[in-house]
């Protein structure tokens, strides 16, 4: 198992940046594929980003194309998502999240473990 702690949210302006950090204990990191999501006040969870196990490939949603940036930094057992161009719109709690499968997915399901979220809120 692994255990996934987010930080670096908070509350912004429109326009704004924030990066959020995805600390993971328990097993070798590197093995697993990692995404955000994030979820609105009555809405349902949706990907934002993902991230192989080495790095090298990368998926986004198109609402965040260009304006996010996820990383991973194996050695230090963490995945990034750098938000840029914050607009009111991002406001979610946002997760992280891994899967044990190789394979980039942006389907909830596949992910099998998560973290308690970190709240983003963009202002306008």
């Known amino acids: 198992q692994v255990q996934l702690v987010e930080s670096g949210g908070g509350l912004v302006q429109a326009g704004g940046s924030l990066r959020l950090s995805c600390a993971a204990s328990g097993r070798t990191f590197s093995r697993y594929t990692m995404g955000w999501f994030r979820q609105a006040p009555g809405k349902e969870r949706e990907f934002v980003a993902t991230?192989?196990?080495?790095?090298?490939?990368?998926s986004y949603t198109d609402s965040v194309k260009g304006r996010f940036t996820i990383s991973r930094d194996n050695a230090n057992n963490t995945v990034y998502l750098r938000m840029n161009s914050l607009k009111p719109e991002d406001t979610a709690v946002y997760y992280c999240a891994a899967a044990d499968e190789d394979l980039l997915s942006r389907a909830a399901s596949m992910y099998h473990y998560w973290g308690q979220g970190t709240q983003v809120t963009v202002s306008s």
């Open positions: 991230i192989s196990r080495s790095g090298r490939t990368t």
